[in-house]
């Protein structure tokens, strides 16, 4: 752990923050921790050899929590017994998703009406989680009335760093984030507190950091949209200058994600409904991409309209490098109106089914 700056931190995205994804980010300026996706644990739950990869084969040289999503007390001790067999910086609980498949469960952000069953978990989590054990959560679920008696549940059982998306689950991803209740979480919390929820570049982080004291950022979607945000947040904090990206570089950023997230195709037939799928999967992340290329929304339409490998490349260029719009800068904050839909975590699609589908 570095020592003086604000920490930073890449928010776990179901199916986005794979090994491959956490490779190109690492490419452009890792940030300090990465995050699992959320391995779900239930009576027969196994651990999820894709997500489990991104532990084993993470050569990032930055610490990876997994994130475990459940509330049955033995088989949450039980896979995070065995999530501890492997090189993991710690086990950290999501009492945050807010889809409603997973709250009618009474896991995720379910969890946050029922102080009791969370006092139970995080007393069990604790007393196996040899390394460090870590909460993501939301400030309530419909309302932030058990705010406080939660986080003084998280002080008693001695969590070692707390990640506090300032919404309420009902709250899903409409509206502001209420910064307010995740400065009341630094103060009222003993472990460094990680500000979470809409935090679009590195000034907006200073700002978020200054305003809650929180003791770092955790970012998700604009990390997505701009997979240098870490490297600038440090050269921020360093008051070292800051690196400026230009279109040409989200090109090839483009270019390391296809290469990166690629399947190896076994046959030439496997190889045409493969390009079909990965176009469709680089166009969840270009959803986010799109909001720091043109204000209007040009790329963003015209990338979704893509269908071959060829026909994306082809926008990506119009857009991106023809003519001299490769020395123009990459806008620092996402263009305002342009919509990267949907961005309910529970949405994500598996890559089989992903063909027509946006996150
Ligand atoms: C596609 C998607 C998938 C997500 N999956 C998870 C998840 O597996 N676990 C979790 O704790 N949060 C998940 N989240 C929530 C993010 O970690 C984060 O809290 C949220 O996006 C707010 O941060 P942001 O405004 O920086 O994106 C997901 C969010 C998105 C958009």
Not at 110 to 136: E, H, M, N, Q, Y
Not at 167 to 192: L, N, W
Not at 221 to 250: K, M
Not at 276 to 291: I, T
Request: glycine share 8%.
């Amino acid at each position: 752990m570095r020592t003086g700056l604000p920490l930073s931190a890449l928010a776990p995205m179901q199916d986005v923050t794979t090994l491959p994804f956490m490779r190109t980010i690492s490419s452009c300026g890792a940030p300090d921790y990465f995050f699992t996706e959320y391995f779900r644990v239930h009576a027969h739950s196994r651990l999820e050899s894709h997500i489990l990869e991104s532990i084993t084969e993470n050569e990032t040289g930055r610490p990876i929590f997994a994130q475990l999503i459940g509330e049955d007390l033995d088989q949450m001790e039980r896979t995070a017994l065995a999530l501890q067999q492997y090189p993991v910086a710690g086990i950290d609980l999501n009492m945050g998703c807010p889809a409603p498949k997973v709250y009618k469960k009474n896991v995720g952000g379910g969890l946050l009406r029922d102080p009791d069953k969370i006092d139970a978990l995080l007393g069990r989590l604790r007393s196996v989680c040899r390394g460090l054990f870590t909460v993501k959560m939301r400030i309530g679920f419909e309302s932030p009335e058990h705010f406080e008696a939660i986080l003084d549940c998280i002080n008693r059982h001695a969590v070692d760093l707390l990640s506090v998306h300032g919404r309420t689950v009902k709250e899903m991803y409409r509206g502001a984030v209420h910064y307010d209740f995740i400065r009341s979480a630094v103060q009222r919390s003993r472990c460094p507190v990680l500000a979470n929820g809409n935090v679009t570049s590195a000034a907006s982080a200073a700002a978020v950091i200054e305003y809650t004291g929180a003791a770092g950022v955790m970012i998700g979607r604009s990390a997505i949209r701009n997979p240098w945000i870490f490297r600038q947040l440090r050269e921020t904090f360093e008051g070292d200058p800051v690196y400026q990206p230009r279109l040409a570089d989200v090109r090839s950023y483009v270019d390391r994600l296809w290469e990166n997230t690629r399947f190896v195709p076994s046959s030439e037939r496997e190889d045409v409904s493969m390009e079909a799928r990965h176009v469709a999967r680089m166009k969840k992340f270009l959803n986010f991409v799109a909001q720091g290329v043109d204000a209007e929304g040009a790329f963003l339409h015209r990338m979704r309209r893509a269908r071959t490998r060829a026909e994306l490349f082809r926008t990506c260029d119009a857009f991106l490098v023809a003519g001299n719009r490769g020395g123009l800068p990459f806008a620092d904050e996402p263009f305002a109106g342009l919509v990267a839909r949907p961005t309910r975590e529970g949405d994500a699609k598996s890559l089989s089914e992903c063909a027509a589908a946006t996150w």
